[in-house]
């Protein structure tokens, strides 16, 4: 059975910092673009950062350049994203998600495999 399993959220003020883990298991994501989508209430999908299925290439959302950095480790089979100076508009659950031959950017509805989430709550 193929599973994306997310780790790592959690409740943090304002300017704190997380680091979200997806472990990936049934099978090999080496050929893989991995990447992180959230979603906060009301609100659709949206795209938060990539890596490409050859690890040499990371993409981001504006809105979180500077502040999140997105990383693999392809023995591991796990992505990490770390994630400084958070703001109460990350507020969100998170979503780990694979796509073949991809270059890291990719919708949920394009994407091969989907975690289940986990809730990051940044408060003022």
């Known amino acids: 059975q193929v599973q994306l399993v997310e780790s790592g959220g959690g409740l943090v003020q304002a300017g704190g910092s997380l680091r979200l883990s997806c472990a990936a298991s049934?099978?090999?994501?080496?050929?893989?673009?991995m990447a992180w989508l959230r979603q906060a209430p009301g609100k659709e999908h949206e795209f938060v950062a990539g890596v490409s299925w050859t690890g040499g290439s990371t993409r981001y959302a504006d809105s979180v350049k500077g502040r999140f950095t997105i990383s693999r480790d392809k023995a591991k089979n796990t992505v990490y994203m770390q994630m400084n100076s958070l703001k109460p508009e990350d507020t969100a659950v998170y979503y780990c998600?694979?796509?073949?031959?991809?270059?890291?950017?990719?919708?949920?509805?394009?994407?091969?495999?989907w975690g289940q989430g986990t809730q990051v709550t940044v408060s003022s």
């Open positions: 049934g099978r090999s994501f080496t050929n893989y673009g």
């Open positions: 998600a694979a796509k073949r031959y991809s270059d890291g950017k990719f919708k949920r509805d394009e994407s091969d495999y």
